[in-house]
Nanobody, 115 residues
Framework: QVQLVESGGALVQPGGSLRLSCAASVNIAHVFAMGWYRQAPGKQRELVASITTNGIENYAASAKGRFTISRDNAKNTVYLQMNSLKPEDTALYFC?????????WGQGTQVTVSS
């Protein structure tokens, strides 16, 4: 059973930074391309960033230049460094495989950007 546990969300002012973490219960090093997703109230869940098993990154237009996804395969953890945060980044953030598996969705971590 794969479990993904997100953490690191917080209330932050516009322009601030946060680093989210996603800890996997299994070895993801050579198996899973991973993604960070977010869902704002009243909106569909969207893919924000993804990273392949060999470290190739991709970003949504809204995240490009501000967010950085990375992975530490030794720790089975994926990170999302978020800089220059905007109020529109407010959402519940989740991690999952790049092609998400329903059973893998965790509780997410709340990011709120507000002054």
């Amino acid at each position: 059973q794969v479990q993904l546990v997100e953490s690191g969300g917080a209330l932050v002012q516009p322009g601030g930074s946060l680093r989210l973490s996603c800890a996997a219960s299994v070895n993801i090093a050579h198996v899973f391309a991973m993604g960070w997703y977010r869902q704002a109230p009243g909106k569909q869940r969207e893919l924000v960033a993804s990273i392949t098993t060999n470290g190739i990154e991709n970003y949504a237009a809204s995240a490009k230049g501000r967010f950085t996804i990375s992975r530490d395969n030794a720790k089975n953890t994926v990170y999302l460094q978020m800089n220059s945060l905007k109020p529109e980044d407010t959402a519940l953030y989740f991690c999952n495989k790049r092609v998400p598996i329903t059973a893998y969705w965790g509780q997410g971590t709340q990011v709120t950007v507000s002054s």
